[in-house]
């Protein structure tokens, strides 16, 4: 059973720091794309960033410049660095990667992860 496994939320003051990862457990065969999406308290789960098994970035307006993700494929893990953190950044992060577990690719997702801005 392939399961996507997180770290690194927690609480932090504005302007702070934090870097999130995510990693999956169990076999796998290929995995593709790989992103981090977060959902507010009464708000829809939207994109925050994703990364092609290539490399290739994109990125939500409201963090471009202030968020990178990237991904080491020896590990099959993503990252997603966040920097200059403000308090509407606050939410539950998941993290979302295309896996091959078998013979079909499928949309795995975290369990989430807090990440709360607040002085």
């Known amino acids: 059973q392939v399961q996507l496994v997180e770290s690194g939320g927690g609480l932090v003051q504005p302007g702070g720091s934090l870097r999130l990862s995510c990693a999956p457990s169990?076999?796998?065969?290929?995995?593709?794309?790989m992103g981090w999406y977060r959902q507010a308290p009464g708000k829809q789960r939207d994109l925050v960033a994703v990364?092609?098994?290539?490399?290739?970035?994109n990125y939500a307006d409201s963090v471009k410049g202030r968020f990178t993700i990237s991904r080491d494929n020896a590990k099959n893990t993503v990252y997603l660095q966040m920097n200059s953190l403000r308090p509407e950044d606050t939410a539950v992060y998941y993290c979302?990667?295309?896996?091959?577990?078998?013979?079909?690719?499928?949309?795995?997702w975290g369990q989430g992860t807090q990440v709360t801005v607040s002085s």
């Open positions: 979302n990667a295309k896996i091959r577990d078998g013979w079909y690719w499928r949309d795995y």
């Open positions: 169990g076999s796998i065969f290929g995995i593709n794309d």
């Open positions: 990364i092609t098994s290539a490399g290739s970035t």
